[in-house]
């Protein structure tokens, strides 16, 4: 199915924390997203372990990051980053069964569920343009999964990382997530992906996602990204905490410098370099914020 109407698109959050970064995030998608569900543990980390209760759900509950009342909000308690984001989803979309009900007064509003979610973490920002044109693309042939790319920041925003990143972002509301914000398939399907000269349309269904290309647009990504403790506190809670090399932080992180090479936590070669950018050649979204101190050099 092919359709060039405007896509009804609503954003999920599974948080911990970050609220410098959320509300950055949430700023460059706020104008373009039909509604917001944010999903959080709170005082709980991924391991299910007591952390110190965030000021994030404090934040979301004052509406000075909501004007038009578009974000809801969930507490719960989850240890499974996938599944988090599937109950989100399901809250936002919930089965036909649960909305058929009887008219209660004259104040009841319709719920008509979104087109498409956009998976999104609190560290991730839209430039609003790309975010147009992405949601365009998305809108033309409406498959269940599309990956998009993000440019990567390392220390501080003034730290381009080399090369791009791919992650799933638009997931079609019939559709959820096996594994954080993947849709695994099969060892056979992906293999007979790769065989070269099969058209685009073929490798996608077997891969299972489409890949936007990258002039159309892609995301920032800050997720190493400010105060030493805002990252000493990521890599003991997220979901990928299995899979940090031992002392990353004291024996990479800490003596990092523009000149390093390789320094990924878990996977070194996925940060080969860095290259400075002065604020000004930042997207208004990022260079006009006014950020806590360690976000800029």
Sequence with gaps: MRSDRALKVHAIYAVLDDVPLFAASVASIYPYVSGITVITSHDRDWMGRDRDPSPLVGTILSRELDPDRKIELIVANETNEARTRNRAMDF?????????????????????????????????????????????????????????????????????????????????????????????????????????GLPASVTSRLRGFVDIPPDVGVFHHGSYVGPRARIEDKLRSFGHHDQIAPRWLSDVYDPWTPESSDFNPMRPELFPRAEYVDVSALPPEIGQRDWPVDYFD
Excluded at 124 to 151: D, H, K, Q, T, W
């Design 92 to 196: 936002a979309a919930p089965r036909p069964a649960s909305i058929r009900v009887r008219r209660q007064s004259d104040h009841d509003r319709d719920l008509v569920p979104p087109d498409y979610f956009l998976i999104i973490d609190a560290d991730e920002i839209y430039e609003g343009a790309a975010f147009e044109r992405l949601m365009a693309y998305v809108a033309r042939s409406r498959r269940p999964l599309y990956r998009v790319a993000c440019v990567r920041y390392f220390k501080r925003w003034n730290y381009r990382i080399d090369g791009l990143e791919w992650t799933i972002a638009f997931v079609r509301a019939d559709q959820r997530l096996r594994h954080l914000r993947l849709r695994r398939r099969s060892l056979p399907r992906r293999a007979a992906a790769r065989v070269p």
